[in-house]
C-alpha cells in the first residue's frame, strides 16, 4: 500500500504543480496516471507545440513546460504510479480514501486531487462491428509485450508513428506483419516511412493501401480481416491472422471517475469555486480541466491557481487547528524534502568608509 | 428547424447601426438530425467547431476535445452545402485519414474560420467516436 498526503490523479501540468504547492506546505504526494510519462495532454497530444499564455513565458513549447515542472517538484520527491488508471475509491471510517487502479496497485491518503483533465487517455477503436468479441482474443489496442506476436501473423491499422513503428519492430518479431492504411501517406517521422518503405520493398511489411479493415471473423479467437481496398466493396478480401492491431492513438475518456459519486455536469466534476475546489465529497478536490464552476476556462494558469488554493484547504484538513500563514518563496525559500534548500542570497550590508 | 438565440450578442449593440460587421447564417444539424439556424460572427476569429460549442449543439466533453489543433476528431462535420471552403491543410488531412465515420464531405469544423464566405453553409456534425 503506497501512503501518501495527497493522492493527485493526473500528472498533467496541474497536477504537478499541485507538487510544488503541497510541497512548500510540508505536504507529501503521489501521482497516478494512465500514461506511461508524465505530463498529460501536453506529452501525449502536443509536446512540440508553442504555448504563449504561461505568465512569465513569452513562449514554452508544451514538452518543455512539463520538463520545467518536473525539475520544479524534484526536491519534493514525488511518488508515481504511472500506466496504470485510478479505478476504485473506498472511503474509509477515518475520513480517508483508498484508490485502487486497474492493475491493483491501491494508495491510502487523506486528501484526493482530481487533476484528471479530459479524462485518462484510451486508445480509440475503430467502429467494426463485432471488434469488442475478440478484444484480446486476437485484438489488441495497444502492444504491451511483444514477445506475444513472436512467429505469429499480425495486421496492423493506422497511419501515424505508433502504426509504423510496431510494424518496423514486428517485422522481426512476428512471421507476418501487414500494414493496412487508408492513405497511400503517412504522417510519421520521416526515417519510420522510409524505414516502413525498406521493408515491404525487402517483402518483410506486407503493405495494404488505400484500404481499411471492414469486419473481424472467427469462432472464439480471431481467425481473419475483411479488407476493403479502395474503399469499394467489390474489391473485399479476407486475411487470415492470429492478430489484428488497430492503433488510431488515443483519446480521453472520463472513465471510472465519473462512478465515483462525484457531482458531474457537462463531463465535468463540480466543484465549491468560492473557496476551494472541493467537490461534493469531502476530501475528495477537483483541479485544472477536469472541473466545472461558473465562468470555467480550461486553461493551464487557471488549473495552477487553482493547485494552489486547494493545498491551502487540504493542509487545514490533514492538521485540524493548526494556524498557518502564507510564506512567499522570496522570504522563505524552498526546503526540499530530499534535504536541500534554495533561498535567496542574504543581501550583504557595508558601509563605505 | 430550430432558431438558436445568438450568444454573441445578447445585449450590445447588434440591432443598432453602430455594428458594421455582419454574421453569417449557418445551418447546423446535429447529432440527433435536428437543423439549427444560428448566427456566427465573423469578427471574433472563431471557428466552426467553437460556434457549434457556444450554442450548445453536442455535449461538452464530445466535442473540440483537443480544444482545435487538428489533432483529434471530435469535431468532424459533414459539408451539406457547395458553399466555399478554405482548403484542407496537411494536418487536417492526415487527422481524417485516421478518424472514424468519414466521407469525402469530411471536414474538421476547427479549421473551418468564419467568413463572410459561410453564409448558407449547412453542415451535419459526425457521429461521436464511443
Not at chain 2, 453569417?24 to 456566427?40: E, F, L, M, N
Amino acid at each position: 500500500m503506497i501512503k501518501t498526503d495527497i493522492l493527485i490523479i493526473g500528472a498533467g501540468p496541474t497536477g504537478l504543480f499541485t507538487v510544488f504547492e503541497a510541497g512548500l506546505l510540508k505536504l507529501k504526494c503521489h501521482i497516478i496516471d494512465a500514461l506511461p510519462q508524465p505530463g498529460g495532454q501536453l506529452s501525449e497530444l502536443y509536446p512540440k507545440k508553442p504555448i504563449y499564455d504561461i505568465p512569465g513565458f513569452p513562449e514554452v513549447k508544451a514538452g518543455q513546460l512539463v520538463d520545467n515542472l518536473m525539475e520544479q517538484i524534484k526536491s519534493f520527491q514525488p511518488g508515481f504510479t504511472l500506466g496504470e488508471r485510478a479505478k476504485d475509491i473506498e472511503r474509509q471510517e477515518d475520513g480517508s480514501f483508498i484508490v485502487t487502479t486497474d492493475e491493483g496497485t491501491k494508495h491510502h491518503a487523506p486528501i484526493v486531487a482530481i487533476a484528471g483533465g479530459l479524462g485518462s487517455f484510451e486508445p480509440r477503436k475503430p467502429p467494426i462491428n463485432n471488434i469488442s468479441k475478440f478484444e484480446n482474443k486476437g485484438i489488441h489496442y495497444m502492444v504491451k509485450d511483444p514477445e506475444q506476436f513472436r512467429d505469429k501473423s499480425v495486421v496492423i491499422a493506422g497511419g501515424g508513428d505508433s502504426a509504423l513503428d510496431w510494424s518496423i519492430y514486428l517485422a522481426d518479431v512476428a512471421s507476418e506483419v501487414t500494414l493496412v492504411h487508408r492513405r497511400n501517406e503517412f504522417r510519421g517521422a520521416l526515417e519510420s516511412v522510409d524505414r516502413v518503405k525498406e521493408l515491404k520493398d525487402m517483402g518483410k511489411i506486407k503493405l495494404i493501401t488505400p484500404a481499411e479493415i471492414v469486419d473481424v471473423n472467427g469462432e472464439d479467437h480471431l481467425e481473419s480481416v475483411s479488407i476493403r481496398k479502395n474503399n469499394n466493396p467489390e474489391e473485399d478480401f479476407t486475411l487470415e491472422t492470429d492478430y489484428f492491431i488497430p492503433l488510431f492513438g488515443l483519446s480521453p475518456k472520463l472513465g471510472p471517475i465519473a462512478d465515483w459519486g462525484l457531482e458531474i455536469e457537462k463531463n465535468a466534476i463540480k466543484v465549491d469555486n468560492t473557496l476551494d475546489y472541493q467537490t461534493n465529497i469531502p476530501g475528495i478536490y477537483a483541479i485544472g480541466d477536469v472541473n466545472t464552476y461558473p465562468g470555467k476556462l480550461k486553461l493551464i494558469l487557471c488549473g495552477f491557481h487553482e493547485a494552489t488554493l486547494m493545498c491551502q484547504s487540504a493542509f487545514a484538513k490533514i492538521h485540524p487547528g493548526k494556524r498557518n500563514v502564507l510564506k512567499y518563496t522570496t522570504v522563505g525559500g524552498v526546503a526540499g524534502f530530499d534535504g536541500t534548500k534554495k533561498e535567496a542570497p542574504k543581501s550583504v550590508i557595508r558601509s563605505i568608509d | 428547424m430550430r432558431s438558436a438565440e445568438n450568444p454573441f450578442r445578447l445585449n450590445s449593440f447588434a440591432t443598432s447601426n453602430i455594428v458594421t460587421t455582419m454574421d453569417v447564417k449557418i445551418t447546423i444539424i446535429d447529432r440527433d438530425g435536428t437543423a439549427h439556424k444560428v448566427d456566427a460572427p465573423t469578427d471574433m476569429a472563431m471557428n466552426l467547431m467553437e460556434v457549434v460549442r457556444s450554442y450548445e449543439l453536442a455535449p461538452e466533453g464530445t466535442i473540440g476535445i483537443c480544444g482545435g489543433m487538428a489533432m483529434c476528431a471530435s469535431c468532424q462535420c459533414y459539408v451539406k452545402s457547395d458553399t466555399p471552403l478554405r482548403e484542407k491543410e496537411d494536418d487536417e488531412e492526415a487527422m481524417l485519414a485516421e478518424a472514424f465515420y468519414v466521407q469525402d464531405n469530411s471536414r474538421l469544423s476547427c479549421q473551418i474560420p468564419i467568413t463572410e464566405e459561410l453564409e448558407g453553409l449547412v453542415v451535419e456534425l459526425a457521429p461521436s467516436e464511443e
